[in-house]
């Protein structure tokens, strides 16, 4: 019937960001996590998340599960472009969703990519003050990316 019932975990999950409480997710592959990541965005739509994901592949993937959804999402790795146009999209808050690899937050030979630069940015930017989640795929990320 193309329905979607969201598990108890997903429910809960979705509540504990809508309360603005952290939530761990601790489920195995394939079991709904990105689920738990597009309920609020769908019930706050202006805002905008972040998910921290370290596998272009499951970026590709989720951005996709996104749009079907009706969610501008946006990969975030080495592979972006350096457009002046997408980077000002992305500024101006016109991407609700960014997937972004680790390697986006941290310097490398003392300088940060430009992801980084944008949320070090004056907390009045549009970006900064548009962002309201932050999501973390692969908890191990926390400690290996330095996070």
């Known amino acids: 019937n193309g329905r979607i019932i969201p598990r108890q975990f997903q429910l809960e999950a979705t509540i504990a960001m809508m309360e603005l409480r952290d939530s761990l997710i601790d489920v195995g592959t394939g079991y709904g996590k990105t689920l738990c990541m597009i309920l609020p965005q769908l019930l706050d739509p202006e805002g905008i998340s972040i998910n921290i994901s370290p596998l272009k592949r499951l970026q590709t993937v989720q951005a996709a599960d996104f749009l079907t959804w009706g969610i501008r999402a946006l990969c975030i790795n080495e592979d972006t472009p350096n457009d002046n146009k997408l980077w ?38 549009p970006l900064i003050q548009s962002i309201k989640r932050v999501f973390v795929d692969e908890a191990y990320n926390i400690h290996t990316a330095g996070l």
């Open 88 to 125: 000002s999209s992305i500024r101006n808050g016109d991407f609700k969703f960014l997937i972004v690899s680790p390697e986006q937050f941290q310097a490398i030979e003392g300088k940060y990519p430009r992801l980084a630069r944008m949320l070090r940015e004056t907390k009045s930017s």
